[in-house]
């Protein structure tokens, strides 16, 4: 059954969200700052709020079933927007990009993010109405994806040597200047035009989004064809990104796990495209052509708990491990100065060197194994 609304929340909607999008990027063009984790963290829950109002109104609208496809697909984007930020912080700093100026850097990374996965929805739309067996496809790729991201190799190098690239070219190709001048792409210098460095920083956002929106589209295709809903998801999921970006702040290193669970989701994600798949198969040279009715159908509800667990549970196990690493750092920096302070060959100095000796997992200076007490 497809999706049926009626038309004037449609484009209500869509109009609506476009004037929030707006009225964001005239705030950074008329007033750029850094945010303070107060003023981030209201925009963060506002758009979040906003999520949540635009799911209620689907159950209305729509039911339960197009409601709970919205809420997972918006998830997914979501939890793939966060992973995105690595990238973009990497970036800010490769480019030394001044920081009263990143809010702007990222509201045109997210343009650039809704057009490209605009478009990549209008043709994954039309290539899944035409070709059912494209889901074989798509399963396949976000699984290979889910191996990518649970192993990067280097974390996201790969992607700062595509950015690279681009610079290599651009640079090959027009006049860039040292030095930023604002938030300006032209600047002048002795007299002659040039470029700015912000126009690599925005390039090198742009093959990024181009590269994330590869990854995200097929994700988020396995949870509902509906081109509406995917691209609604998709909106919300960039629209609280820049905020998010600076409430996160160093968080994000903290977040180590993450990479896992997105990798689990996406395999979870891809597996469901595969059983979708033969369940409308029409390859003659799969069960000669015929659906495969053993094929076991995953639910959109299940899909939505695995997405929230799978997110839970990665977040939770970086900010356990996150504070067990602070907690020892403090003991070792603790034990080193009561080691320094203390006399050597006292009591508290050994027991200093005791302390440090468990947190390192290593024997205490002095001490020998009873093994090798004899050699």
Partial sequence: MDLELPLWFEIGSLVILTLILLADLLLILKRPHIPSTRESTLWVVFYVTLALIFAGLMWVFAGP???????????????????????FVLIMSQFAVPRRYQQEVLMVGIIIALVLRGLFILAGAAIIEQFSWVFYIFGAFLVWTAWRQAFPGGDHDEDVKQENFVVRMLRRFIDISDHYDGAKLRTVVDGKKLWTPMIIVFAAIGVTDLLFAIDSIPAIFGITTSPFIVFTANIFALMGLRQLYFLLGDLLDRLRYLHYGIAFILAFIGVKLVFHAMHVNELPFINGGEPIEWAPEISTWMSLGVIIVSMAVA????????????????????????????????????????????????LPTGDTPQGDEHR
């Fill in 315 to 362: 977040t939770i196990a970086s900010l356990i491990a996150s504070a067990k690493d602070k907690r020892a750092g403090e003991t070792d920096a603790a034990a080193a100065v009561a080691a320094v302070e203390a006399p050597a060959g006292t009591e508290a100095a050994a027991r200093a060197a005791t302390i440090v000796a468990e947190e390192k997992g290593t």
């Fill in 65 to 87: 079933e197009y409601a709970g496809q919205f809420v997972a697909g918006w998830l997914t984007e979501y939890s793939l927007s966060i992973d995105n930020l690595f990238v």
